[in-house]
């Protein structure tokens, strides 16, 4: 699929759908304004019959223009002029792709409404249409043997406006977002893979594949034996009971000149199979928990996309591969484990293993001597319980990092909610035999999840997103969402600003 700028000519767009969006104050925006005097009132006389409605996303076809060369006009309602902001345009975006969807549409030119300008700005505008569009088109085919009732695709997508600004902030725009589209493309399918091929092997072998694609990057796998070297026994403990090695993915990208300058670390999240262990899960969704390891996922679309976009900035990126089954090998409640960082644990569920594989890589990355450490988990059900399905819940122990996330995560409408974490939960995880038990009760259980990791990040700034919620999407369609690489992705290109100048 193309993305295209261009200077606005009705008459040279022929073959292409045109794209008209309308807010519903009455006012016909300037194009509207031409083509309805051009056509004798036909577009206005629409509107006041009725038959053209302007609520946000309401959507008109219209064939054959009266004295335009224009064969199909699709027009959109804005709604509220006042409301339309990112992810009211967001919306709109999407009713567009519906329609040309069913209409089997496969190129348009859509006219840069006015209205975008009060709120978003043409190169978010752009951004969003790469965003919205890819993710619209985007279907795993993967696995099936015969393709019916396929939708029609998209090939050219044109934005057209007069405004030369315009132009170059939306070419800008769509370099930036066809770069973090195929981002997100790279993480949902890696996710969507079923757990049999997607093993914590496989995923080293897309982390060295990456390194071969891009010279910026340097891929080490840390098998077993290794991470035994290392003294990694709670990521081994969670993997003990599968037959698939658990692997350690250290991705390195290095974007900046100065190239002691300090990386940010992402770590993954990579469970390419959570069955619970011994304190195994019920059988009902269980097939989804192929989808934890979306948080490696997640780290492996955000490198892809920073290193096509060579960001001036260094970033270490690390995939926690293992698999949590239950066999005559697991490690069982009950069990006590030392880790990487010396504090011994106490396995009270096998179930909460996320933190095990993630305490100790967390202890590893700090030989990169990290400017921030993020880490990216479907790590907790109670993140679901309390922030549904539609924020990420964000655990920090820096302000100033927390900060910049939120301010990320609203700038690319990725919605994150920062959770508290004090003393007082601190205490729903200390044991009696050992330093500290892996699952602390039912109650706040993301920030009891998110109070165990702080016991071995205090050596950098740190923060953890737990996607458990917003990662995916259940039942019928279900699928990985990629989620959260927009945000990480626009943090990241926040950072390398500092670098720029
Ligand atoms: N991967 C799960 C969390 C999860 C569950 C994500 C459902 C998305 C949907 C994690 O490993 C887990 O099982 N967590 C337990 C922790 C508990 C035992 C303290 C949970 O949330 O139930
Ligand atoms: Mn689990
Ligand atoms: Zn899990």
């Given at each position: 699929m193309e993305f295209l700028v261009k200077n606005i000519?009705?008459?040279?767009?022929?073959?292409?759908?045109?794209?008209?969006?309308?807010?519903?104050?009455?006012?016909?925006?300037?194009?509207?304004?031409?083509?309805?005097?051009?056509?004798?009132?036909?577009?206005?006389?629409?509107?006041?019959?009725?038959?053209?409605?302007?609520?946000?996303?309401?959507?008109?076809?219209?064939?054959?223009?009266?004295?335009?060369?224009?064969?199909?006009?699709?027009?959109?309602?804005?709604?509220?002029?006042?409301?339309?902001?990112?992810?009211a345009a967001k919306k709109w975006l999407e009713a567009i792709c519906q329609q040309l969807t069913t209409k089997a549409i496969n190129q348009v030119s859509l006219v840069y409404p006015d209205v975008?300008?009060?709120?978003?700005?043409?190169?978010?505008?752009?951004?969003?249409?790469?965003?919205?569009?890819?993710?619209?088109?985007?279907?795993?085919?993967?696995?099936?043997?015969?393709?019916?009732?396929?939708?029609?695709?998209?090939t050219k997508f044109t934005v057209v406006t007069d405004k030369q600004s315009l132009q170059q902030e939306l070419e800008q725009g769509f370099i930036?977002?066809?770069?973090?589209?195929?981002?997100?493309?790279?993480?949902?399918?890696?996710?969507?893979?079923?757990?049999?091929?997607?093993?914590?092997?496989?995923?080293?072998?897309?982390?060295?594949?990456?390194?071969?694609r891009f010279s910026s990057i340097t891929t080490t796998v840390?098998?077993?034996?290794?991470?035994?070297?290392?003294?990694?026994?709670?990521?081994?403990?969670?993997?003990?009971?599968?037959?698939?090695?658990?692997k350690l993915t250290i991705m390195e990208y290095k974007g900046q000149s100065n190239s002691s300058a300090k990386p940010i670390v992402l770590v993954g999240?990579?469970?390419?199979?959570d069955s619970g262990g011994i304190s195994i899960k019920p059988a009902a969704s269980m097939d989804e928990m192929k989808y934890d390891m979306c948080g490696a996922a997640t780290v492996f679309g955000v490198m892809q996309t920073i290193a096509r976009l060579k960001l001036p900035i260094n970033v270490v990126g690390l995939m926690a591969g293992c698999e949590n089954m239950p066999s005559a090998s697991s490690y069982r409640p009950g069990d006590i484990i030392k880790t990487m960082s010396g504090q011994t644990i106490e396995v009270i569920n096998t179930d909460a293993e996320g933190r095990l594989v993630l305490c100790d890589t967390?202890?590893?990355?700090?030989?990169?001597?990290?400017?921030y450490v993020i880490d990216i988990a479907t790590l907790t059900g109670a993140c679901i319980v309390a922030l549904g399905h539609h924020y990420n819940g964000l655990i920090a122990n820096n302000d100033q990092l927390a900060e910049l996330l939120l301010s990320a995560a609203q700038q690319s409408g990725d919605k994150t909610w920062r959770l508290p974490m004090d003393e007082a939960f601190q205490k729903q995880i200390d044991s009696t035999i050992a330093d500290m038990v892996n699952a602390g009760g039912r109650e706040g259980g993301t920030i009891t999840a998110g109070c165990f990791l702080s016991r071995f990040t205090q050596a950098y700034k740190w923060a953890h997103l737990d996607i458990a919620g917003t990662a995916w999407t259940s039942g019928a369609n279900k699928g990985a969402t990629g989620r959260p690489v927009t945000m990480l992705v626009q943090f990241l290109l926040e950072h390398s600003k500092k670098f720029n100048d």
């Open positions: 000519d009705l008459a040279a767009q022929i073959d292409d759908c045109i794209v008209l969006g309308l807010c519903n104050d009455n006012q016909l925006s300037t194009v509207a304004e031409q083509i309805n005097t051009i056509s004798q009132g036909y577009i206005q006389d629409l509107i006041n019959k009725g038959d053209i409605t302007l609520q946000l996303g309401d959507v008109t076809l219209l064939y054959q223009i009266p004295n335009t060369p224009i064969r199909k006009l699709l027009i959109v309602g804005c709604g509220d002029k006042k409301a339309f902001n990112l992810n975008i300008e009060q709120h978003t700005g043409a190169y978010q505008f752009a951004r969003i249409i790469t965003e919205v569009v890819d993710s619209h088109y985007y279907a795993f085919n993967h696995f099936k043997t015969q393709l019916k009732n396929q939708p029609p695709i998209l930036e977002g066809v770069a973090l589209a195929e981002g997100i493309v790279a993480t949902k399918n890696l996710a969507n893979l079923p757990p049999n091929i997607c093993n914590a092997d496989y995923l080293a072998e897309q982390g060295k594949a990456l390194a071969d840390l098998g077993e034996k290794q991470l035994a070297d290392l003294g990694m026994n709670a990521y081994l403990a969670v993997g003990q009971g599968s037959n698939n090695e658990s999240k990579g469970l390419t199979f967390l202890t590893y990355i700090a030989r990169f001597d990290p400017e």
